[in-house]
């Protein structure tokens, strides 16, 4: 089964993939906390393809991008220590592709395809 959960992080100060950033993937449960479903590290292309091996239920999730520690190996500072990007799905046969775009002072995220 492909993965229902993509990502792809580009650092946009240098035009490159962000390779090496760790990534945490959680849903939100109904008491409100979250509960972690799947850890990655962006490969050489900056993208996560095997996140999940299970499709998403409707629910709200959580992408969490370990960004200081990606600038730390790049020996750069940032004023990110992390990224959470907060989505619904709705359709558990959809798949949901989750890019973030990258610098050491800010970000952008969107659905992609």
């Given at each position: 089964m492909k993965s229902p959960i993509t990502t792809h992080v580009l650092n946009t100060s240098t035009g490159r993939p962000a390779a090496g950033?760790?990534?945490?993937?959680?849903v939100r449960e109904a008491s409100g906390s979250w509960r972690e479903l799947a850890r990655g590290v962006?490969?050489?292309d900056g993208r996560i393809t095997d996140l999940l091996d299970e499709s998403?239920?409707?629910g709200v999730y959580r992408l969490t991008f370990d960004v200081g520690g990606y600038f730390q190996l790049l020996e750069q500072?940032?004023?990110?220590p992390e990224v959470s990007v907060v989505f619904e799905t709705r359709d558990r046969d959809?798949?949901?592709?989750?890019?973030?775009?990258?610098?050491?002072?800010?970000?952008?995220?969107?659905?992609?395809s």
């Open positions: 950033m760790h990534v945490v993937l959680a962006t490969n050489g998403l239920g409707r500072s940032t004023f990110y959809q798949h949901y592709h989750v890019p973030l775009l990258l610098s050491p002072y800010g970000y952008s995220t969107y659905r992609g």
